[in-house]
């Protein structure tokens, strides 16, 4: 009974190095720049007060005195808006976090880790904080929450019974 005690824990403080390992292998994949450093003093969730919203990107990176945020999307080939958007909350978390401004971003796509720089316009900081002052309405019930699914995953959504988006119902 010890002896399987032992092999288990054996087995189990392996497999949790391997899996720390991968994780810092995720975030550092495709990267140049000091993302430890970085991260350390940044010290878990990214909030923002303004905003009413938090989230902590897959990496963050020094890159010529500059905090940079990175988001790894490993099963996507091509830049979605919606993975463009995540990136945006991140730069507004780190600007209000850091008080520095944000120039950029990276995503990091698909299997081949391919960068692709997502600069800070002041038109997607704008729309960064319409969409939270939306969600913030949503969250006290000023507004009403309107579903915009892709219409092919409604098929195989588990609530699309109690659902009103008029695409399940054709």
């Known amino acids: 009974m010890i002896t399987g005690f032992l092999i288990f824990s054996t087995v189990f403080v392996t497999l949790s190095i391997i899996f720390e390992h991968f994780l810092e292998k995720k975030k550092l994949a495709g990267l140049h720049g000091s993302v430890k450093d970085v991260k350390e003093g940044l010290k878990g969730e990214l909030v923002s007060h303004k905003l009413r919203v938090y989230g902590t990107p897959d990496g963050v990176i020094n890159e010529g005195g500059k905090v940079i945020p990175v988001e790894r999307k490993s099963l996507s080939k091509k830049a979605r808006s919606r993975h463009i958007f995540q990136l945006a909350v991140y730069m507004a978390l780190l600007e209000e976090s850091t008080g520095k401004p944000v120039p950029y971003g990276y995503l990091i796509l698909g299997k081949d880790k391919r960068q692709k720089k997502v600069f800070n316009s002041d038109d ?46 054709t």
């Open 124 to 169: 997607l900081r704008n729309k960064v904080r319409l969409k939270a002052l939306e969600l913030v309405n949503i969250l006290e019930g000023l507004n009403k929450v309107v579903p915009d699914p892709y219409p092919a995953k409604c098929k195989s959504c588990s609530v699309k019974d109690f659902c009103d988006f008029k695409v399940i119902k």
